[in-house]
């Protein structure tokens, strides 16, 4: 069982940033992959940016440009940096891994943190 823990979030104004960090149990298959994804109130879980299994990284068009994702050199710490935030980047941030994925599709990763709020005021 893999354990995923995120920490960061909380409330900035239009156009702030922020930090979210999130921290695997373990890394030690090549293929493990990470990724974050969003849910604002009443709408689905999205994602938001990943880095998959072939070592690529992959955004959301929403966030392009906006978020940048980055890993540390062991693997198991993923970060998301999140600029020029937006009143709709509002929601609930979600960290998730597995041992193999290779798009945004929040149905490939079976192992998920708790969540952490970022909310945005204009």
């Known amino acids: 069982q893999v354990q995923v823990v995120e920490s960061g979030g909380g409330s900035a104004q239009t156009g702030g940033s922020l930090r979210l960090s999130c921290v695997a149990s373990t890394s030690t298959a090549s293929s493990f992959c990470m990724g974050w994804f969003r849910q604002a109130p009443g709408k689905e879980r999205d994602g938001v940016a990943a880095?998959?299994?072939?070592?690529?990284?992959i955004y959301a068009d929403s966030v392009k440009g906006r978020f940048t994702i980055a890993q540390d050199n062991a693997k198991n710490t993923l970060y998301l940096h999140l600029d020029s935030l937006k009143p709709e980047d509002t929601a609930m941030y979600y960290c998730?891994?597995?041992?193999?994925?290779?798009?945004?599709?929040?149905?490939?990763?079976?192992?998920w943190g708790q969540g952490t709020q970022v909310t945005v005021s204009s």
């Open positions: 880095i998959l299994s072939n070592g690529s990284n």
């Open positions: 998730a891994a597995d041992f193999w994925c290779m798009d945004l599709d929040p149905s490939e990763y079976h192992y």
